[in-house]
């Protein structure tokens, strides 16, 4: 069975600067994406990055970025000049993708990241 | 706006009176989806719907109903709840089973007393 590990439960960073989030996962499957979430107070589940397993090429969305390393199975989050509402929780998500599997995102536990001003 | 929606967002209940949750996505979407989120746990597949008519168990189904009669409403009920089943409760579509991207209702917050 896939599983998904985030070993950081909380994490911190000062406003302007950079942070790292883990994510580490385990499967036996060659096609696939991963996901990164965040949940703000507000409860909301929030996309805000995806990688296809087949790109070799780490995904980019403005000031996030992943380091992904299909090998090592593992997914960083990076959050460069992080901001007050970059405050949240952050799910690391893992998807098969193709049919016969039930569409389930599998879920980390969740890093708690705070940004302190 | 393309959205899924989830009502109520708060519900306090008593355990074993039946309640439902509805949700509705005005995306067209094939795939549906409930989750439940519990501290410490992440979010886990409580049930899915791969087209109308189709529903199957995720990985938490126990005390849980579905129904899939119309393409863009996915009600979950709890025919006699319990208080393990107090939670945050996420619904989710996406245009397919293979889909990559599955867009979240804002999530229900219930408490079983």
């Known amino acids: 069975a896939q599983t998904v590990t985030q070993s950081q439960p909380e994490m911190s960073v000062q406003e302007a600067e950079t942070v790292t989030l883990s994510c580490t996962y385990d499967?036996?499957?060659?096609?696939?994406?991963l996901f990164w979430y965040k949940q703000p107070p507000s409860r909301q589940m929030i996309l805000v990055i995806r990688?296809?397993?087949?790109?070799?090429q780490n995904a980019t969305e403005n000031r996030f970025s992943v380091n992904f390393q299909k090998a090592a199975k593992s997914f960083s989050l990076k959050i460069s000049d992080s901001q007050l509402g970059d405050a949240a929780m952050y799910f690391c998500?893992?998807?098969?993708?193709?049919?016969?599997?039930?569409?389930?995102?599998?879920f980390g536990k969740g890093t708690k990241l705070s940004v302190k001003p | 706006e393309a959205q899924v929606t989830q009502n109520p967002r708060y519900l306090i209940t008593v355990t074993g009176k039946k309640l439902t949750v509805t949700c509705s996505q005005n995306?067209?979407?094939?795939?549906m989806s409930w989750y439940r989120q519990d501290p410490g746990l992440g979010l886990r597949q409580i049930y899915y719907?791969?087209?109308?008519?189709?529903?199957d168990k995720g990985d938490v189904p126990e005390g849980y109903k579905v129904s899939r009669k119309e393409k863009r409403n996915f009600p979950l009920i709890l025919e006699s709840p319990s208080p393990n089943q107090t939670s945050l409760y996420f619904c989710?579509?996406?245009?397919?089973?293979?889909?990559?991207?599955?867009?979240f209702g804002p999530g229900t917050r219930l408490t079983v007393t």
């Open positions: 989710a579509s996406s245009l397919s089973l293979q889909g990559y991207e599955q867009y």
């Open positions: 499967t036996s499957e060659s096609d696939y994406y």
């Open positions: 990688q296809e397993a087949y790109k070799q």
């Open positions: 998500a893992y998807k098969m993708n193709y049919g016969g599997s039930q569409g389930n995102l599998i």
């Open positions: 995306m067209n979407h094939e795939y």
């Open positions: 719907s791969m087209n109308v008519e189709v529903t």
